[in-house]
């Protein structure tokens, strides 16, 4: 996720991408952010006030000095996006329950917080989708006894070629000193076609469900809600940190791990669907020496995408709500680092 400078005037969080800094992969980038759409102007009627936003459905608004302030009651509008939320929240549950199939299940009992709900509808269920989803959204400490049902093995049974639950299982035998274990994740992650922990899926899917009419402020108020639990999910992902360990330079100087792992990481570079898998396969990459005309991204690649994410001067217009809808709906369809690579500058 990239890092924002502080805003006082939104007191609310944004759907960035996902901070690499946070699985201390990549160093963080010099410009944080780059402006949007500098030098834009528009013809308004009366006089804006100093220190006002823009607020979709509701003009130009001053807020007090302390909106920031952690104690600070959310104004009139936030609260009214919020009530509007919940109004859509029940629509897209009473959709995805009426369609029936395990995915949309699991997002039904997702949006709802619950998270056992999710874990029993994926546990009989064939499809990877959900399954992933619901033993992401599982793996947290505390987690009930629904959620202790989902395993990363069945995972990799409903889904063999994708090496994002492979490589889930190599930090499971890592920590229990499994060597075996070990190996065969390395094993089956170098062979598979696919690394894809579905990051945006969920987002997607609840708006996908939501009506074509629902207010902006309202989408943008769920997308963020979703969005916000997907990073979570994503940085709570183990996969990452046992994979680098299991590359380091005095593991690869055996053969056959080596060879191992530079199939995952330029698997990771070229398949990879959030910032955080690609990332980290470059910088594996790099560590093992491959040369750019061997692996599809490199570390400075990946500082640009970050860099390039667009952020709105007014974050609560309707203009800059919509940009941010379309940038999830972006990443649910493509994938988060294919969504940042589409906004950086063509190659000269």
Known sequence: MVLLPERRELPMPLPL???????????????????????????????????????????????PPDASASDAPPPDWQRQWEAQAETLRAQAVATLQARGDAFSRVLARLIQNDTEGAAAAAAGSSDPRAYGL???????????PACQQLSLRRWTQLEPG????????????????????????????????????GFGRFTGGIDEAL?????????????????????????????????????????VRDANR?????????????????????AIGARVGERLGLSADEIDVTPAQVKAA???????????????????????????????????????????
């Open 17 to 63: 991408p996902i901070r690499v800094e946070a699985v201390a992969m990549v160093e963080p980038p010099k410009a944080v952010v780059k402006k949007f759409a500098a030098g834009a102007s528009f013809a308004k009627a009366e006089p804006i006030p100093p220190g006002a936003i823009e607020v979709c459905g509701v003009g130009w608004v001053s807020l």
């Open 134 to 144: 619901a033993w992401q959204a599982c793996s947290r400490p505390g987690a009930g």
């Open 162 to 197: 994708n090496a994002w639950p492979w490589l889930g299982m190599l930090s499971e035998a890592r920590q229990r000193g499994d060597a075996s274990g070990v190996e065969e994740a390395l094993h089956r992650a170098a062979g598979a076609e696919t690394m894809d922990g």
């Open 211 to 251: 009506p074509a009419d629902a207010p902006v402020g309202a989408r943008s108020t769920l997308q963020l809600e979703t969005i916000g639990r997907e990073s979570a999910f994503a940085l709570g992902w183990l996969g990452a940190g046992g994979f680098s360990s299991s590359c380091s330079a005095e593991a």
């Open 258 to 278: 080596r060879q191992n792992c530079v199939a995952i990481a330029k698997l990771l570079a070229s398949k990879g669907r959030g910032l955080v898998d690609v």
């Open 306 to 348: 970050q860099q390039a994410f667009p952020v709105p001067e007014e974050l609560a217009s309707c203009a800059a709500l919509r940009q941010m809808q379309d940038w999830m709906r972006e990443v649910a369809r493509d994938g988060e680092w294919r969504a940042l690579q589409a906004r950086l500058p063509p190659k000269s």
